[in-house]
């Protein structure tokens, strides 16, 4: 007889379940919205706990000058139901009360999101901005997703057996839960034991600002400790607090979202004593969510992949004529990149030889559509989102960026381009989920052999690679002519010469990410692997 699957509360400081419901900011929530939606079609005992950002992320648009720009809106939801619930979280010196909603619009598995926009409540603004303000703020943020996220699931009824902490946000849970064990009597070590059979971690970037380090005096001015003492706190952080050791030595199991990644975060933190095992398990995606309908159906019956993607380039087209007055040829290779814009994924990086990439824009040999959003904070990606503007203004009918990114126009993009590059600095891409939204669409990817792209690249087959996995300190330059040869050599020559063997290539890729990188055989590889 099978045993049950076990009850899954997956913890994440946002959630992609789609354009409508602002509590994303990028690859992170969209992983888990479309983890939630593969629970949802199979029926897995799968709860999210997030929080209601009343105010998103940021809604960033560009100015007269070029510059990007951040606006804020407070947004209510006619969609969530009300649980009833309140919890209270120590914060500082105060209780600050959370309300409890529930969401379970998108066909996703429920998803309970924490809201402490409550009248004369202490903390009414903590849940106001995603990943806004300064270092207490986030903190608070933390506290309220890690125990308010345990303490609304026992206010709720909901049994749990396992605890999956989708990046370091929610280690503030495993505190929580060693916290009300040793309320009972119960010592701190045989708590801690005790609690790492219950929870997995994942952790999703090498990037130094994405793996968070406080101060001690801050904690205890946060009341982060949550009643543990200064020595049980850095038996699980350290001193300064490493949150993404705090989820490593907090649970059982822990892995990296890619083959590549793997490698990568094993050596990052082998000097971590106490911390679980990382394992690999490659992201994937919401097939539903990012797949195009037609372009499923046309595939699966051996159909015209050619006469599909047109009529998805042209949809693209026609929108972006209306979003830029900008009307783009369907007849020349269009390159799409969307993503965040941040200095390690190079959003510039085609342009960087302006005679080359010159001749082939005023040729009509490519035309670029281009999207992303910089943090709010983040002077460097606002320089080069403000550069590609420049740059979209130099060449007016070849290139255009799209401004204030979100999930529509992912994936008007993903599925309407010929092209999706990639190129980020090698092994900095823990996945580049964008890439297989691309691939299930027929879409051909042309990317470094970073994040998955090396457990799916077929050269020629079914996209192609440049850069030949480079890691130097000279691989902007190195990447950057590999880039524009296999573009040269490869890509243009296929798209114009040889189409029947770039719809056989388009025909590979959808074949080989349809279930490889989907978010269905994340997920089994989650239960098998990780919560079993």
Request: net charge negative.
């Amino acid at each position: 007889m099978n045993e049950p699957m076990p009850r899954v509360a997956y913890f994440c400081m946002e959630f992609g379940l789609n354009a409508s419901l602002r509590i994303y900011a990028g690859g992170l929530g969209i992983l888990a919205g479309d983890i939630l939606k593969a629970a949802g079609d199979e029926g897995r005992p799968m709860v999210g706990i997030g929080i209601l950002w009343r105010q998103d992320y940021t809604a960033q648009f560009i100015d007269e000058n070029g510059r990007p720009y951040d606006t804020y809106h407070e947004y209510r939801y006619d969609f969530l139901e009300d649980t009833g619930i309140t919890v209270s979280v120590p914060i500082r010196e105060d209780q600050v009360r959370v309300k409890v909603w529930k969401c379970t619009a998108f066909g996703n598995a429920p998803l309970y999101l924490l809201d402490a926009y409550v009248p004369d409540n202490p903390g009414w603004y903590l849940t106001g901005q995603l990943y806004g303000w300064f270092e207490e703020e986030r903190l608070a943020q933390e506290m309220i997703l890690g125990v308010g996220g345990v303490r609304a699931l026992q206010a709720l009824g909901i049994n749990v057996d396992v605890y999956h902490f989708n990046d370091s946000h929610a280690v503030f849970a495993g505190v929580e839960l060693i916290h009300q064990q040793m309320n009972g009597g119960v010592r701190f070590e045989d708590a801690l034991r005790s609690v790492k059979q219950h929870i997995v971690f994942t952790t999703h970037t090498p990037v130094v600002a994405g793996n968070e380090v406080h101060g001690h005096r801050l904690l205890q001015y946060m009341s982060c400790y949550d009643g543990l003492t200064y020595d049980q706190i850095i038996r699980l952080g350290g001193d300064p607090f490493s949150m993404t050791a705090a989820g490593l030595r907090l649970s059982k199991r822990a892995n990296a979202v890619s083959q590549l990644h793997g490698h990568t975060a094993r050596e990052m933190w082998k000097s971590v004593p106490g911390g679980s095992d990382i394992l690999s398990i490659t992201n994937g995606v919401h097939n539903g969510t990012w797949q195009d309908s037609n372009m499923r159906e046309v595939s699966a019956s051996g159909g015209d992949l050619w006469v599909t993607h047109q009529q998805l380039k042209r949809t693209m087209l026609d929108e972006i004529a209306r979003r830029n007055g900008v009307r783009l040829d369907e007849n020349v290779l269009t390159i799409g990149f969307a993503r965040r814009a941040t200095p390690y994924k190079r959003s510039d990086l085609i342009f960087s030889d302006r005679e080359i990439i010159g001749d082939l824009l005023r040729n009509h040999k490519v035309q670029i559509v281009l999207s992303g959003k910089a943090h709010p904070n983040d002077m460097n990606g606002k320089a080069t989102i403000t550069n590609i503007v420049r740059i979209a203004k130099e060449f007016p009918d070849s290139v255009v960026f799209l401004q204030n990114y979100d999930m529509e126009v992912g994936k008007l993009l993903t599925r309407g381009c010929d092209v999706w590059l990639n190129n980020p600095v090698r092994p900095m891409e823990a996945s580049g989920t964008s890439g297989m939204k691309a691939a299930m669409n027929g879409v051909l990817n042309l990317s470094t052999l970073d994040g998955w792209w090396p457990e799916a690249c077929k050269h020629g087959v079914n996209g192609w690679q440049f850069g030949g996995g480079y890691e130097g300190r000279d691989c902007n330059s190195v990447d950057c002519a590999s880039l524009y040869d296999v573009l040269r050599g490869d890509v243009i020559p296929t798209y114009y010469d040889r189409r029947s063997t770039w719809v056989d290539m388009m025909r590979n890729s959808i074949e080989m990410s349809a279930w490889q990188f989907s978010a269905a055989r994340m997920l089994k590889e989650y239960y098998d692997k990780m919560y079993a």
